[in-house]
């Protein structure tokens, strides 16, 4: 199958009052938000308070106890919403397969959905991990890898999608500030190429601030707030100002 012929249009993301309960523990308390078509917006807050739950919630890997999530305008996770929108997540763990190579793992969908050839598939897969700092790192294998250098391998096999719909569960934990640079610049250019629509879950403050077309603020279960990134940072509510200003406690030693 070829769907490099047909013409993407941009997307939108919807949530409309979701409630989700894990483990008898209530995860969401009724969450509201609207991602337009093609920006970046970011769900930023704490560790733990339900970001990645929300995240799995739009790719569809999740049903919400109550509430509805909308992609576009078809139900998250539905069958009409996988046909009709192409939609690409990099974990948090970085998922790879670890019974194929690292440039197998990024070429996956370009030798299962496209009609590409080997070379054609081989030089984007190069240009890709060029792309993520791992040129010429093709044949090993993942296990082989630190787990800061399997993220960036999977960042690379999302980015080969070109997707309309781009998930990203915390991008840069475990990458040094130098590759982190670089990841935000490559979503920045992702964004400039397709027009995707990028969702990002994040406790990193420079990445949120540095790439967000709109920020929401996320904790125990709720959007607290959903505003430019000046507008949050100037936002009065103790628990985003506690959050977005909090600096290490640790004295140096005299």
Not at 22 to 26: F, T, W
Not at 41 to 53: A, L, Q, R, Y
Not at 105 to 112: F, I, M
């Given at each position: 199958?070829?769907?490099?012929?047909?013409?993407l249009?941009?997307?939108?993301?919807?949530?409309?009052?979701?409630y989700?309960s894990?483990?008898?523990?209530?995860v969401?308390?009724?969450?509201?938000?609207?991602?337009?078509?093609?920006?970046i917006?970011?769900?930023?807050?704490?560790?733990?308070?339900?970001?990645?739950?929300l995240?799995?919630?739009?790719?569809?890997?999740?049903?919400?106890?109550?509430?509805e999530i909308l992609?576009?305008?078809?139900?998250?996770?539905s069958?009409?919403?996988?046909?009709?929108?192409?939609?690409?997540?990099?974990?948090q763990?970085?998922?790879?397969?670890t019974?194929?190579s690292?440039?197998?793992?990024?070429?996956?969908?370009?030798?299962?959905c496209t009609?590409?050839?080997?070379d054609?598939i081989a030089a984007?897969?190069?240009?890709k991990?060029?792309?993520?700092?791992l040129?010429?790192?093709?044949?090993?294998?993942?296990g082989?890898?630190?787990?800061?250098?399997?993220k960036r391998v999977?960042?690379?096999?999302?980015l080969?999608?070109?997707?309309?719909?781009?998930?990203?569960?915390e991008?840069?934990?475990?990458?040094?500030?130098p590759?982190?640079v670089t990841i935000?610049?490559?979503?920045l250019?992702?964004?400039?190429r397709?027009h995707?629509?990028?969702?990002i879950?994040?406790?990193?403050r420079?990445?949120?601030?540095?790439l967000a077309?709109?920020?929401a603020?996320f904790?125990?279960g709720q959007?607290?707030f959903v505003?430019?990134?000046?507008?949050?940072?100037?936002?009065?509510?103790?628990?985003?100002?506690?959050?977005?200003?909090?600096?290490?406690?640790?004295?140096?030693?005299a």
């Open positions: 199958m070829n769907d490099n012929s047909r013409q249009e941009n997307v939108s993301v919807e949530a409309r009052n979701v989700k894990l483990g008898g523990l209530e969401l308390r009724g969450v509201n938000f609207k991602v337009n078509p093609g920006e917006f970011v769900i930023m807050g704490p560790s733990g308070s339900g970001k990645s739950v995240l799995k919630h739009i790719i569809g890997l999740l049903t919400p106890d109550s509430g992609i576009q305008d078809e139900l998250a996770g069958r009409a919403a996988r046909e009709k929108y192409r939609m690409a997540m990099v974990f763990s970085a998922a790879l397969l019974s194929l690292v440039g197998e793992n990024v070429g996956l969908y370009l030798a299962e009609d590409k050839k080997p054609e984007i897969v190069s240009q991990l060029e792309a993520v700092g040129k010429g790192l093709e044949n090993r294998i993942p082989e890898l630190s787990g800061g250098m399997q999977a960042i690379a096999r999302a080969v999608m070109e997707p309309q719909l781009f998930l990203f569960d991008p840069t934990a475990e990458l040094d500030p590759m982190a935000d610049e490559e979503i250019k992702l964004k400039t397709t995707a629509t990028s969702i879950v994040t406790h990193d420079t990445l949120a601030f540095s077309d709109h920020v603020m904790a125990d959007i607290l505003g430019t990134p000046d507008e949050v940072k100037r936002h009065p509510d103790p628990r985003l100002q506690d959050f977005i200003n909090a600096k290490p406690s640790i004295s140096k030693p």
